[in-house]
């Protein structure tokens, strides 16, 4: 396995010590190899794979939650929409600016019924 370093370019430029290093990523280079008992296109005979090696550990990375699904389930018949609208108002009230869709059990749009099976908060902040 051969390893490499490529220099890392940017649209607009970062200013950089001129003591430094310009900033690059490291590598690792295999041959591309098609998995289990599939017979491998023309087009990806002889490939190379790049494998960029990051170091996590390098970065200071915290954890945003983006997207939510969960089950509900109501005692009487009601319209997705109208738990749409529920859900946005309980949210509006608590400061959020997530976004909500509401679907079936099936995620079927324009669902009437006592379950609903698809509600997603596609930006939630706690």
């Given amino acids: 396995m051969k390893v ?8 607009d430029e ?8 310009p900033p690059s990523l ?7 190899e098609v998995p289990g008992d599939v017979n491998a296109q023309p087009v990806l ?15 200071r990375c915290k954890a945003v939650l983006d997207w939510i699904e969960f089950r509900l389930e109501t005692k ?12 946005e108002t309980i949210l ?18 324009h669902h009437i019924g006592p379950k609903f099976e698809s509600l997603n908060l596609d930006y939630f902040h706690s």
Wanted: hydrophobic content about 35%.
């Fill in 4 to 11: 490499f370093q490529m220099p890392l370019h940017f649209v």
């Fill in 14 to 21: 970062p200013l950089w010590p001129s003591n430094m290093e």
């Fill in 26 to 32: 490291q590598y690792s280079a295999a041959l591309y």
């Fill in 45 to 59: 005979r002889d490939r190379t794979l790049l494998t960029p090696q990051v170091d996590l550990n390098k970065y």
């Fill in 76 to 87: 009487g018949t009601h319209q997705a929409i109208n738990i749409q609208r529920f859900a």
């Fill in 92 to 109: 509006d009230s608590d400061g959020s600016s997530s976004s909500v869709y509401v679907s079936g059990p099936f995620r079927q749009s």
